[in-house]
């Protein structure tokens, strides 16, 4: 089983991927940033350039038991994110 969620901040795109077999992946702008295996609870993190070209950092926490939640922190403030898959 394979979920998808994605975000779009400041132009940058956000795509956080959970698969059972594969691990856990953080892409920003189709570059591969962080890749675990985690079991019940994940953190990925990363980072993007901003619009007035600072470096912000990237922080995501997956877990759940029956369903895989997502959150996602830029700079550690909540940026929603939509599940895609």
Do not use: A, P
């Amino acid at each position: 089983m394979k979920s998808i969620w994605t975000s779009n901040y400041e132009n940058n795109e956000i795509i956080i991927e959970n698969t059972w077999f594969n691990g856990e992946r953080l892409y920003v702008n189709d570059v591969l940033q962080d890749h675990t295996f985690g079991g019940f609870s994940t953190k990925l993190t990363g980072h993007l350039i901003n619009q007035k070209n600072e470096r912000e950092n990237i922080k995501v926490n997956l877990g759940g038991f029956y369903k895989v939640n997502c959150q996602l922190f830029i700079n550690d403030k909540k940026v929603e994110v939509k599940k895609v898959k």
